[in-house]
């Protein structure tokens, strides 16, 4: 159980479009998903907190007018980087919480790598 | 500032042998701790994880020891198999943070056949 995915796994796109990522937890209701950014040899750093049904809350130093977070429903979150540039490019992570629980668990997915040329 | 580190940023060890990866934090107000292996090109995996009214804490073929006197994190894997290899990150959270993580910078860990 507490599987979560990603769509896409690698995307290659022109600098200046736009990408969209999704996560999705596919066996159990996330409340609260995290988007994650590693660039090589690095740790992960969280860019933002995503509670179903409200905005994201940002971590500092992350635009949210270029990385605009949905997490319309209990098991889908997006992230949408937007008018991409090549120092955009990395490995994007997301995480979900299982909703109800006095948890602290987070189960990740596979990743997204995001080059822009 | 607040911080989770690793002492350690390569680790090389032969396969049998146990190895042991270390972490310090400065939070004291740190009271949930994780650690992850992540493979190449994959998402972090989950391997165990201590509370902080805990010491030690052990699962299959891995122990973590957690000194709050010192904020020190420690993971130890017995039977090194080359399966292992991959780099392993500790990560903290605390109440009141929302859930939010906070990743060390990474050890990376090779096991020789």
Redesign the interface.
């Known amino acids: 159980g507490a599987v ?1 995915s ?1 769509h896409p796994s690698r995307v290659i796109c022109k600098s200046g479009t736009s990408v969209k990522i999704e996560c999705r937890s596919l066996d159990f209701q996330a409340t ?1 998903m ?1 988007w994650y950014r590693q660039f090589p040899k ?5 860019m933002a ?1 995503s509670n179903e049904g409200s905005k994201a ?1 940002y971590e500092q130093g992350v635009e949210k007018d270029k990385f605009l977070i949905n997490h319309a429903s209990l098991t889908l979150s997006t992230l949408t980087v937007t008018s991409a540039h090549p120092e955009d490019s990395s ?1 994007y ?1 997301c ?1 979900a ?1 299982v909703g109800g629980q006095r948890t ?8 997204t ?1 995001l080059t822009v040329l | 500032g607040e911080s989770v580190g690793l002492h350690l940023p390569t680790l090389s060890v032969q396969e049998g042998d146990n190895s042991i990866i270390n972490c310090a934090y400065s939070n004291s107000a740190s009271d ?1 701790f ?1 650690w ?1 292996k992540q493979e190449s ?6 391997i165990i ?1 201590i509370r902080s009214n805990m010491d030690k804490r052990q699962g299959q073929r891995v122990t973590v020891l957690l000194n709050k006197t010192v904020k020190h994190l420690s993971l130890q894997i017995a039977a090194t198999q080359p399966g292992d290899s991959a780099v392993y ?1 500790c990560a903290e ?1 605390r109440r009141g943070s ?9 050890t990376l860990l090779t096991v020789n056949p």
């Open positions: 979560v990603q609260t995290f690095q740790s992960l750093m969280l907190t809350t490995f992570i995480s919480r602290d668990t987070q189960y990740f997915g596979p990743g790598r | 949930y994780i992850y090109g994959k998402g972090p995996q989950f994880d990150f959270t929302n859930y939010k993580l906070t990743f060390g910078k990474g």
